[in-house]
């Protein structure tokens, strides 16, 4: 990641995690939405980049596309099976990217 982009990608990426937590566990769908967008904005504004591993940054992206799978399956189906499954996977996914940036 870009030096001067670290603490906003992190913040992003905090405030997504306390949005999703409290979506699923009591199923409000638009704070699912709120924390989406929180999530990918780094993704549009340009401040996460990768810079060496990049099958590390693929293999995060891939969970990270899996995760928001089971979570648009939960915005419609609303079963918390759905939206554990998307936080399991949205946790692992976060962790990726933590390891793909330090690696670079």
Known sequence: MARGSVGKTLACVALAGLLFIPSI?????????VGAFFDWLPVFTGWMMFGGSRA????????TLVAYLFGGVWLFTRWVGHGLAFLELWFVAVILGVVAALRG
């Open 25 to 33: 566990l009591l199923g409000v769908r638009w704070l699912f939405a």
């Open 56 to 63: 590390l940054a693929r293999l995060h992206a891939g969970v």
